[in-house]
T-cell receptor
Framework: DADVTQTPRNRITKTGKRIMLECSQT?????MYWYRQDPGLGLRLIYY???????NKGEISDGYSVSRQAQAKFSLSLESAIPNQTALYFC?????????????FGPGTRLTVL | GQNIDQPTEMTATEGAIVQINCTYQ??????LFWYQQHAGEAPTFLSY????GLEEKGRFSSFLSRSKGYSYLLLKELQMKDSASYLC????????????FGAGTRLFVKA
């Protein structure tokens, strides 16, 4: 079984709809992240959480919100989806520590906003 | 400021060697990651350099020069399955908590 899972894997929605993307992990990591990936722009950080009580904005948090329901679960919401939020969304986890902080990514959610 | 630069695309021949360069400007630099990402899939970890020099791991090697803000990923004995995007990512802060990703280099391996 995959260590980091995302649901749904694909979603098509309409402008103005509320959307929730979910991420679960069995790696036991405290740190979780949400990124979006657009062609030519690479991965951009939306929100990150270092533990259940810690939520931080990334570089592109406007239009998004998150919830860390448990150590293993981190969900991303688009309160009112707009077309320029069409992208590939990745959840990631990491252990933390002083010897680098390798991130482990979920399989991604492809979101299309019409 | 934080900035990661790497070429957009490269093409190489099966069996050859290719070097993918990355330059970075990251305040409070900690270390540098390389990830591989096949089209439509998740990025996966390749290497992490925190000290200057070359680290070899099978067909893949990664080099870091902290004074020059420069890294490269070297792929030897290229195989068709190496066709993918290669993401350079700089980390900063305690425990490398802030990671900035480059846009990635798409590598095409041709027969």
């Amino acid at each position: 079984d995959a260590d980091v899972t995302q649901t749904p894997r694909n979603r098509i929605t309409k402008t103005g709809k509320r959307i929730m993307l979910e991420c679960s992990q069995t790696k036991g990591h405290d740190r979780m992240y949400w990124y979006r990936q657009d062609p030519g722009l690479g991965l951009r950080l939306i929100y990150y959480s270092f533990d259940v009580k810690d939520i931080n904005k990334g570089e592109i948090s406007d239009g998004y919100s998150v919830s860390r329901q448990a150590q293993a679960k981190f969900s991303l919401s688009l309160e009112s989806a707009i077309p320029n939020q069409t992208a590939l969304y990745f959840c990631a986890t990491s252990q933390g520590g002083t010897s680098g902080d390798t991130q482990y990514f979920g399989p991604g959610t492809r979101l299309t906003v019409l | 400021g934080q900035n990661i630069d790497q070429p957009t695309e490269m093409t190489a021949t099966e069996g050859a060697i290719v070097q993918i360069n990355c330059t970075y400007q990251t305040s409070g630099f900690n270390g540098l990651f390389w990830y591989q990402q096949h089209a439509g899939e998740a990025p996966t970890f390749l290497s992490y350099n925190v000290l200057d020099g070359l680290e070899e791991k099978g067909r893949f090697s990664s080099f870091l020069s902290r004074s020059k803000g420069y890294s490269y990923l070297l792929l030897k004995e290229l195989q068709m399955k190496d066709s993918a995007s290669y993401l350079c990512a700089g980390t900063s802060g305690t425990g490398g908590f802030k990671t900035i990703f480059g846009a990635g280099t798409r590598l095409f391996v041709k027969a």
